[in-house]
């Protein structure tokens, strides 16, 4: 009776970090499929139009060590409801956009309250949930929507914009940013720690990361060869080398050092970037290859991303079983694999691929692949780690698939179109070109899953996670 009255307890903080997670993902994709409509309606030129998606991922990307470090000295509870009103807010502002200038900045505001939320939401599940099974159940569920949350973005993105308009991709998440806030009041927080955020350190890491994920952007957006965004890449590597001086002197450092001094946690941060980049930058490819290949429409990609999802459900739900009988590395180490041997597959894609021989299975794989490494690699980064820092090694983690997402988007882009144009060159068709550009780039992708791969299998802990219980009380 006391099990079941547990469980019962559980479910509503389960239901509430999961959705947080899924809407605050979903918005990575979902506009996406709108902005056809958005410029119309709105007259955004096409110099603006790329920033309605950018805005978001700027902000989100580069205040996540910001928003994690908040939650540790503030709560993280606190951080996470201020996060999420933020978020809701933005929505709200977006969906009443009258031109490009409010919308852009609303989804600016959105990156920032998703920032606030998404770390601290990871944070929160050590402390809400102290039973081993239950906690490794919400840890499934998080990994899950990181990858859910894009193909559900498609798939409501195109509905929402063929029957309601496009204002509701902004309007959805009003009323589950709410029930989400109601629900919060469940999580249990941990005692904020005091501290201070240390304005000069939030300066150098919030500066650094702004100019990395611009930079990564304007690769995206102009292609490898842009000389402004290796302008951007050197601002960066300038400013986080200062950072990491000034975080060695600090007393109250945003991200303390001592955190890659563990080989485990530090192996789990580069091998989740690398990880992030395959699967997310495969994923666009496709999507591509779908619409300008094979001539779907937007709900009909979304529709066909469906077996994705199910590899995704059934990696993250098999991660956390696993993880008690073998090592982290074995299990982030194959899943890279899987993915790196579905890109491969991928990559053999003819201008008249049949979907359920190749690309359906294909996908399955991929996301199967997928969920498996990143459960083992949330693990490595967030269990066993000191209360104090919960929020910052959440953020860290969080940073690393974003910036992942992001490379994988503008590096997979860029060997897409630099090898369509040669191929136009040698005078093939358009459809022909392209598939040789898709090909090429999502061979790129197995090579990076396979190198993510080695390095989980050369960094990661030996031993299960059997006997590893969090810091966190």
Known sequence: MTVMTSQRTALIPLLVIATAQLMLVLDDSIVNIALPSIQDELGIDSVNLPW??????????????????????????????????????????????????????????????????????????????????????????????????????????????????????????VPIGLLVLLGSRTLVSADSHGGRLGATGALLGTGGMVALVYAITRLGEEGLGDPTAFLLIGAAAL????????????????????????????????SMLLLAIGPMGTFFVVTLYFQNVLGFGPLQTGAAWLPFAGGLVLGAGAAPKLLLRFAP????????????????????????????????????????????????????????????????ASALLNSAQQIGVALGLAVLAGVSATVTATAHLDSM????????????????????LALAAVLALTTLSAGSTAEQEPALR
């Open 52 to 173: 309605v998606v950018n805005a978001y991922i700027l902000a989100f990307g580069a205040l996540l060590l910001l928003g994690g470090r908040m939650g540790d000295v503030w709560g993280r509870r606190r951080t996470l409801q201020v996060g999420i009103g933020v978020f809701v807010a933005a929505s709200f502002a977006g969906g009443l956009g009258q031109d490009a200038m409010m919308l852009i900045a609303a989804r600016a505001v959105q990156g920032i309250g998703a920032a606030l939320a998404a770390p601290n939401a990871l944070a929160l599940i050590t402390t809400t949930f102290p039973d081993r099974k239950t906690r490794d159940t919400a840890l499934a569920l998080y990994g899950a929507m990181s990858g859910l949350g894009i193909v559900i973005g498609l798939l409501l993105g195109g509905l929402l914009t063929g029957t309601l308009g496009w204002r509701w991709v902004f309007f959805i998440n």
């Open 239 to 270: 400013l986080i080398a200062v950072f990491i001086f000034n975080q060695s002197r600090s007393r109250s450092p945003l991200v303390p050092l001592s955190l890659f001094r563990d080989r485990n946690r530090s192996g789990a941060y580069a």
């Open 329 to 392: 590395r074995i299990i982030a180490g194959v899943g890279a694999l899987l993915s790196a041997s579905a890109a491969l597959w991928f990559s053999v894609i003819t201008v008249e691929a049949n979907y359920w021989l190749h690309l359906a299975p294909a996908m399955f794989i991929l996301a199967l692949g997928f969920g498996l490494g990143v459960i083992a690699l949330t693990q490595a980064a967030v269990y066993r780690v000191d209360p104090d820092k919960a929020g910052i």
């Open 429 to 448: 068709g358009t459809g022909e070109a392209l598939v040789v550009g898709y090909s090429a780039s999502l061979t790129v992708a197995a090579g990076v």
